[in-house]
């Protein structure tokens, strides 16, 4: 079957516009994940949902940033004027759910974006 | 914040060695886990392991888990070339929570 997949692959932006960044879960899989990773450093964790629902959205690092999540499936992460900060590989993940972490995470390959 | 943290940084042998990585955290968990990232793209999961557990083996991976010295540790026996990747733990310590991520351990295995 599918794994995840992200689109754009790669994204390259001008300071101050807006992005959308997709992401296309497996199927049936309830919890999704968003992770951004700069150059040479950790997964730095963005926001996560449960279904619809996003319980925890304390990752978002600043109001720039909304994500959402429509029929329990795709999810797409916005990023209003962008600044050049901002360029990183954002990484998406979904598991079957999202209780204590017990499910493996699968990963999409990714979108990088660049903020010129 | 980062909730692990791997232990070298960087790591670099040759083939047939073996790799050990560690991780440290801060707060008590559920659970552990150990993903490989080749290239700075998408995760690879390879092992899960329970905060009641100390070992688990998976193939030519260990990994131990010590809650009271809140640290774990991944072992790559007899590495090869293809093993070359980044390696990353990552603790879930709540209910309904995500994971949180270390920085990783690149390793580096030549022929």
């Known amino acids: 079957g599918a794994g995840v997949s992200q689109s754009p692959s790669n994204k390259v932006t001008e300071k101050g516009k807006d992005v959308e960044l997709r992401c296309d879960p497996i199927?049936?899989?309830?919890?999704l994940y968003w992770y951004r990773q700069s150059l040479g450093q950790g997964l730095e964790f963005l926001i996560y949902?449960?279904?619809?629902?996003?319980?925890?959205k304390s990752g978002l690092p600043s109001d720039r940033f909304s994500a959402e999540r429509t029929g329990g499936s795709v999810s797409t992460l916005t990023i209003q004027r962008t600044q050049q900060e901002d360029s990183a590989v954002y990484l998406c993940?979904?598991?079957?759910?999202?209780?204590?972490?017990?499910?493996?995470?699968?990963f999409g390959p990714g979108t990088r974006l660049t903020v010129l | 914040s980062q909730q692990g943290e791997e232990d070298p940084q960087a790591l670099s042998i040759q083939e047939g060695e073996n790799a050990t990585m560690n991780c440290s955290y801060k707060t008590s968990i559920n659970n552990l886990q150990w993903y490989r990232q080749n290239s700075g793209r998408g995760l690879v999961h390879l092992i899960l392991?329970?905060?009641?557990?100390r070992e688990k083996h998976s193939g030519r991976l260990r990994v131990t888990l010590d809650t009271s010295k809140k640290s774990s540790s991944l072992l790559i026996t007899a590495s090869r070339a293809a093993d070359t990747a980044s390696y990353f733990c990552?603790?879930?310590f709540g209910a309904g929570t995500a994971l949180i991520f270390g920085k990783g351990t690149t390793l580096s295995v030549s022929s």
């Open positions: 993940a979904s598991s079957l759910d999202v209780q204590a972490g017990e499910n493996e995470q699968f």
């Open positions: 392991i329970r905060s009641n557990e």
């Open positions: 199927s049936g899989h309830t919890a």
């Open positions: 949902f449960q279904g619809n629902s996003a319980p925890d």
């Open positions: 990552a603790t879930a």
